[in-house]
């Protein structure tokens, strides 16, 4: 969305009406809310510059409007929704079958481009694929011990430059780095944000977005590994794969 309040009309408003539903109709065996990274905000980094994982005991810190109308509706459930036992998933990046804004990347992957921010050498995000996270979401929504809890379910840091091998083997091509320094993705986003203004559309990369690509998104999985022995097992090679094929099998490629 272009505004906060967009955002937290979804999330926010959205979210308790899901709740305020359930709580009036006597309550339900177990309410799973998905909310995301982004409402934790990006890894702080380490004196050698490597990406510290965010856990369920950091402080959330979000940058990103998104991230805040997560954030915002973390705290309405936390405050007012204690008696429903809700479970939170946060989960990183999600790519595979049907998600529309990582199918950018492939997209550019098959014009033979793929734009990095950063160092592409040192993992620098969680990236899921949308098997492991149901699977992980049905065994949390399953598990008695995880109401009232929050659980990211990720995967271990990845680097840009083992994504764009993971799509370059999908797509069947190599492609061209198209390397955007972090002190401009600012104007870049805006600039994609304008353009979409001009024919009514928000395009993918928008400054919300931006300017997150700026920072490190990683998450530790291991509270939802020791709750419900939690573990990805969809590697980048086959994911994206799999995304690829489906992408092409629907016309999107």
């Given at each position: ?73 973390e ?27 990582l199918?950018?990347?492939a ?75 972090g ?37 530790s ?33």
């Open positions: 969305a272009r505004d906060q309040a967009t955002l937290d009309r979804a999330n926010v408003d959205g979210t308790r009406a899901v709740l305020d539903a359930v709580r009036a109709s006597g309550g339900a065996p177990r309410v799973l809310v998905t909310s995301s990274l982004e409402a934790m905000g990006p890894n702080a980094l380490a004196p050698d510059g490597a990406a510290i994982p965010a856990t369920e005991a950091d402080r959330p810190q979000p940058i990103s409007m998104y991230g805040v109308s997560k954030a915002r509706m705290d309405a459930i936390r405050r007012d929704y204690g008696d429903l036992g809700v479970t939170v998933v946060r989960p990183p990046a999600v790519y595979g079958s049907r998600e529309a804004d199918y950018e990347m997209k550019g992957a098959t014009r033979g481009l793929f734009p990095i921010v950063g160092p592409d050498g040192v993992p620098r995000l969680s990236m899921v694929h949308v098997s492991d996270l149901v699977r992980g979401m049905a065994d949390l929504a399953e598990h008695g011990p995880a109401a009232g809890e929050t659980y990211f379910l990720g995967t271990p840091g990845v680097s840009w430059a083992e994504v764009r091998a993971a799509l370059e083997a999908a797509v069947g091509r190599k492609t061209r780095a198209l390397r955007v320094p002190a401009v993705i600012g104007a870049v986003g805006a600039l994609a944000e304008w353009g979409g203004g001009l024919v009514g559309a928000l395009p993918p990369l928008t400054r919300d977005k931006a300017e997150a690509a700026r920072h490190a998104w990683i998450c999985s291991d509270k939802a590994a020791e709750a419900v022995g939690y573990a990805p097992e969809v590697g980048l090679a086959e994911g994206w794969a799999e995304a690829v094929n489906w992408y092409r099998r629907h016309g999107w490629l």
